[in-house]
C-alpha cells in the first residue's frame, strides 16, 4: 500500500488525521534534523493505522514536506 503524507513538523502535539484512503496529514513534535521527524512520523502512521513501524519504507521525500510511504 503506497501512503502519501503532508508532514508538519515542530508541532504542539503529534497528531494523524486522515484526508483519504491513501492521503494522510501529519504533525508531529520533532524537528526535521538528523532525520528524527521521519522517525516520529513513521511512529504515529504505525499508532494511528496500527501497524508495525518496521513495515513502512520512505520512498520519497526524506527532506520534504510531502512523503511517499510504502507499507507491506
Do not use: Q, W, Y
Not at 13 to 24: L, P, Q
Not at 44 to 52: H, P, V
Amino acid at each position: 500500500m503506497r501512503l502519501f503524507i503532508l508532514a508538519k513538523t515542530n508541532a504542539k502535539e503529534n497528531r494523524v488525521k486522515r484526508i483519504n484512503e491513501s492521503h494522510f496529514s501529519v504533525l508531529v513534535k520533532e524537528s526535521p534534523i538528523d532525520g528524527k521527524a521521519n522517525a516520529a512520523i513513521i511512529k504515529a502512521l504505525a499508532k494511528f493505522l496500527d501497524i508495525a513501524p518496521s513495515r513502512f519504507t520512505l520512498r520519497s521525500g526524506a527532506a520534504a514536506k510531502r512523503k511517499v510511504f510504502d507499507c507491506e
